[in-house]
């Protein structure tokens, strides 16, 4: 690394001067809040948008009898309710202008305002030339904090921090819920939604009844909303979210013994997924590169063009990021099994080889580099607790080869666009981490290596951390790789920002000791580490 300087503050460390200038100005800033701003009787509001169209999930103090409507400058949309209770609304607008800021308008049928006005933008168009775009990442971030999780204040406090950098886009990288139901592992411990705490709290869920007009949605919305409605507020009501579905999701762990295998995911743990989804935050809205046919896409139930699994973040022609959840489409089929479906992946390799775009990045929700020894792993290491380390040698039961067979493909054609640089950025394994990948079994990468990044958690308890349970150890890299790790995964909550120009990606990577640094400490938290990418 080039160019070194060091910056004193409460609990940072070192980082490169050559961070944007932005950046270092907030050393010493004070986190964004929302100051004189009015929530009225609005309880959560996350919005998503594209170029031409905007989606908005909101969730009422009070429930409404007849739909809200919102008004988008002169255009006026009426609610569609997500509940059975009218306490949960969206709101889908299209033929919108790009790149333009809009004055949005909240009220009630009466037209009596249910929160203060307030703007959004729309992204610039997809063929137009931006000459920035900065995107916050961050993973993990659910938790039920009478199950041990961090304070739903803290972790507000963090995404306050993290939005005072003002990104113009947040992705947030799965496990936006934990209640396991019936992993063997979890279900009955720690976050589990079938222990006698979990029950105390939201109830049991009937897994042969409906999610929504029923006791399941009451049982839902107590297990649900504590781990969303107070983190996120309304503090992203100006900033687009981009919420990616993990294994914890879909109600539980990704598990395999020959008692249960827990995915692909069942009717009843889809519909807890899909509804948490339609209830709390929104799904992706469509974009011209990618086919109308994808899974669990264009649903009659949904708003027009949207796909539940699989995302794009187009900014003009200077960024792309591809999001997509491998769990809902994974298959248990031995060489020829796949976590992403034939048409998502051949999506994923056209848009890879496009040159449309400067930078495009990859964010699955299943990280590649690393390992745990997981069953539900793009790799076949199995952890040897004791020894803590992971091998190959003995062979993980249920594990699938067809697995490795597509992140080899999708890694190999990152590689091949020799016009940019390859970038992957995941979450899962409550972990910040950096490191380059030139080799994935006979697949040389070297030419111009996959850079992985894993962004940092937002919310994990004090036992959920790897090395704190029962693998005793922190994620390490898979024994099927030439992997240079630049950092090594580092334990500890925090968030990844990155800077899009034409030239370059950088990316600052923050952390925050929930053992040794204090809640004040948040405010004031500097990158400890820069890596500047320069484009291929």
């Known amino acids: 690394m080039e160019r070194r300087s060091f910056l004193k503050s409460a609990g940072a460390a070192a980082f490169i001067v050559n961070a944007p200038s932005d950046l270092v100005a907030a050393a010493s800033a004070k986190p964004q809040a929302n100051g004189e701003w009015d929530q009225g009787l609005v309880r959560h509001l996350l919005p998503t948008v594209s170029d031409t169209e905007m989606l908005i999930k909101v969730s009422l103090i009070e429930p409404q009898l007849y739909p809200p409507v919102l008004r988008v400058d002169s255009t006026v949309v009426a609610g569609k309710m997500t509940d059975t209770?009218?306490?949960?609304?969206?709101?889908?607008?299209?033929?919108?202008?790009?790149?333009?800021?809009?004055?949005?308008?909240?009220?009630?049928?009466?037209?009596?305002?249910?929160?203060?006005?307030?703007e959004f933008s729309t992204f610039p168009d997809r063929n137009s030339s931006p000459s920035q775009f900065r995107a916050l990442f961050i993973s993990c971030v659910g938790g039920h904090e009478a199950m041990g999780f961090l304070p739903p204040a803290v972790r507000n406090r963090l995404l306050k921090r993290a939005l005072s950098f003002k990104p113009q886009a947040t992705i947030v990288n799965g496990d936006h819920v934990y209640w396991d139901l019936l992993s063997p592992v979890t279900s009955k411990r720690d976050y589990g939604g079938s222990t006698e705490k979990?029950?105390?709290?939201?109830?049991?869920?009937?897994?042969?009844?409906?999610?929504?007009?029923?006791?399941?949605?009451?049982?839902?919305?107590?297990?649900?909303?504590?781990?969303?409605?107070?983190?996120?507020?309304?503090?992203?009501?100006?900033?687009?979210?981009?919420?990616?579905?993990?294994?914890?999701?879909?109600?539980?762990?990704?598990?395999?013994?020959?008692?249960?295998?827990?995915?692909?995911?069942?009717?009843?743990?889809?519909?807890?997924?899909?509804?948490?989804?339609?209830?709390?935050?929104?799904?992706?809205l469509a974009e011209a590169s990618r086919p109308k046919g994808l899974p669990f896409s264009y649903a009659s139930d949904r708003p027009v063009g949207v796909s539940e699994s699989f995302g794009t973040i187009r900014y003009g022609n200077l960024a792309e990021i591809m999001l997509y959840d491998v769990r809902r489409t994974a298959t248990l089929a031995g060489p020829s099994a796949v976590y992403v479906d034939a048409n998502v992946e051949k999506w994923l390799v056209d848009r890879t080889q496009s040159r449309e775009v400067h930078n495009l990045i990859h964010c699955p929700s299943n990280p590649p580099g690393w390992s745990l020894g997981k069953w539900g792993e793009w790799y076949p290491d199995v952890l040897l607790a004791e020894e803590k380390r992971l091998t190959t040698a003995v062979q993980k039961p249920y594990w699938q080869s067809g697995w490795l067979k597509q992140h080899d493909r999708l890694m190999g054609e990152l590689s091949k666009n020799k016009s940019r640089t390859p970038l992957v950025i995941s979450g899962d394994m409550h972990s910040i981490a950096l490191g380059s990948m030139t080799r994935s079994g006979t697949h040389d990468f070297s030419n111009n290596p996959?850079?992985?990044?894993?962004?940092?958690t937002g919310g994990t308890y004090q036992g959920g951390w790897p090395s704190s349970g029962r693998r005793k150890t922190p994620a390490m890299t898979s024994q099927v790789l030439d992997f240079k790790e630049e950092i090594k995964p580092i334990e500890q909550h925090g968030f990844t920002i990155v800077d899009f120009t034409k030239d370059k990606m950088v990316l600052s990577f923050f952390k925050w000791d929930v053992n040794t640094q204090s809640i004040e400490d948040i405010d004031t938290l500097v990158p400890f580490y820069i890596k500047e990418l320069p484009r291929a």
């Open 85 to 118: 209770q009218g306490e949960f609304w969206q709101f889908f607008v299209k033929n919108l202008k790009p790149g333009r800021t809009y004055k949005l308008n909240l009220k009630n049928y009466k037209g009596a305002l249910l929160c203060q006005p307030w």
């Open 450 to 456: 996959v850079n992985v990044a894993l962004s940092g």
């Open 198 to 284: 979990a029950i105390k709290i939201a109830g049991q869920f009937d897994r042969a009844g409906i999610v929504l007009g029923g006791d399941n949605e009451a049982v839902l919305k107590k297990a649900v909303g504590p781990q969303l409605t107070p983190i996120y507020g309304a503090d992203f009501r100006s900033t687009p979210v981009f919420f990616l579905q993990d294994d914890h999701d879909y109600f539980d762990n990704d598990d395999a013994t020959d008692e249960i295998v827990t995915f692909p995911p069942s009717y009843f743990m889809m519909q807890l997924a899909r509804t948490t989804q339609s209830m709390y935050y929104p799904e992706f």
